[in-house]
């Protein structure tokens, strides 16, 4: 509904005043569309950026791939799309937003975390979880569709007390205590620093996200674009990625 | 006495205001998948938290009638600091940003706090529950209704009241006979933009408690989910949303048209 406001926004504005809003003074924006759970990763790797091409600013929008790829479907103008699941990278592609073959240039695996101490004595994704409060991601999301497929991998039910949109948020209701344990991805366990344990769950590796980018196709910023996407797929880029918990 | 006519030009801007709140609603009515309307809201999931939606703003309008009402007449009689007090503390929810109000719900009662845990280990755990919901709920909705009455209660002339109680009439009798009827409209526009309110709460109930169907997914959660999700779910069920909250604001119009001093 944001998205349509906006739309809706923006028409306003230029019926009523006629007049885009202009750039600034010679400076290039890329936009960066990419995954809230890239977020500290890209932000990193953007000044880097900044820094070996002077004049260029990158500007991120971090939110739920889903989100994102309705927002580009919409002609939001963005250069460079980063997707936390191979789904919302096809459906991008399918729509043609996309302007070459986009790569895969990550992964990431999910892991049990609960609040420092363990206050709850939870062991992993067994019979410590009964009558406890469990909080994952919701069917739909990507680190719910992982945590779905995860489960059926494993043979295990789960009943959480909360499905969550966003991965940033099963992480902050276990960081207060609220939850008594949370599903995230590796990178959120990592990104939460000392405020959980890390409890990792056997066979993880069965429900691995796949992580893409690509080029916007209607990017105006064609090379520049592309040099971004070289950075995250090369050497530095996966370095660190690599630091943040990826690929693991 | 016939009223002045407005100068001309007041039309350029009045039409900009009209294009400016009308545009974004249009541009989501014209996205509307019509055809698909009836399943997309009859899905277990969008009904599931259309009964949620609508059992937890009732119970949330109740608590802010029961709370509220009180609150707002004695603030209507307050002078001075205490009075200023007490008002700022009662409109501070209206404004505050929704994430704020629920880190304030969860700080205030997380189980881990200190509130919350004495709570909880009294058997009061309300956490990712229907309960947290009504609360965060009426946090940010009550300020309405108090807002509302407190207002009205104030520009109504005090003659009835005071007959009232010089021909006998208890403090009780007065305030149920008299005060309460005169403010009336204003008592049910304050519960009609409570409720709206509620129906409308996101932020709070994110934070404080959790997102799950049939239990804490409201209608606004279920939106947020499926944006992720299904666009066109969410456009769905957002329809549903505005015409509840445009048939509510048309009931708190039709009361405030009675209220004192007005035919």
Known sequence: MRRQLRAGLAATLLLTACAPPSSGSGNTDLVVFAASSLNPTFATLGKEFEAAHPGVTVKFSFDGSAALVDQLK??????????????????????????????????????????????????GLDASLDNKLLVVCADGVPCGTATKKLAAALGITLKPVSEETKVTDVRTKVESGQADAGIVYVTDAKASGGKVDTLPIAGADKARNSYLIGRVLASKQAPL???????????????VLETAGFGG | MIRPPLPRWLLLPVTAAVVFLGVPLV????????????????????????????????????????????????????????????????????????????????????RREPLGGWLAAS?????????????????????????????????????????????????????????????????ASGAALAFARALGEFGATLTFAGSLQGTTRTLPLEIYLQREVDSDTAIALSVVLITIAALLVAVTARFSRGAWGQP
Not at chain 1, 76 to 104: C, E, H, R, Y
Not at chain 2, 56 to 80: D, E, H, I, N, Q
């Open chain 2, 123 to 187: 058997g009061v755990d309300v956490a990712f529950t229907t309960t947290a919901v009504v609360i965060a709920q009426t946090f940010v909705a009550m300020p309405y209704l108090v807002v509302s009455v407190e207002g009205a209660l104030r520009s109504t002339p005090d003659d009835y009241a005071i007959a009232a109680a010089t021909l006998g009439a208890s403090p009780t009798t007065v305030l149920r006979r008299v005060s309460l009827p005169l403010v009336a409209p204003a008592v």
């Open chain 1, 74 to 123: 919409a002609g939001a103008p963005a250069d460079v799309f980063a997707s936390a699941d191979k789904a919302n990278m096809d459906k991008a592609s399918t729509a043609g937003l996309i302007g070459n073959s986009p790569v895969q240039f990550t992964t990431n695996v999910l892991t049990l975390i609960v609040p420092k101490g363990n206050p709850a004595g939870i062991t």
């Open chain 1, 225 to 239: 674009a592309a040099e971004f996407v070289t950075l995250i797929t090369g050497e530095r880029g996966q370095q």
């Open chain 2, 27 to 110: 541009a989501l009515l014209a996205r509307v998948p019509w055809a698909r309307l009836p399943a997309l809201l009859s899905a277990p999931a969008a009904l599931d938290a259309f009964w949620l939606s609508l059992r937890t703003c009732a119970l949330t309008t109740l608590v802010a009638l029961v709370l509220g009402l009180p609150l707002a007449l004695l603030l209507s009689r307050g002078k001075g600091r205490w009075a200023a007090a007490g008002r700022t503390l009662a409109t501070v929810p209206m404004v505050l940003p929704p994430v704020v109000a629920g880190l304030a719900l969860l700080v205030a009662l997380g």
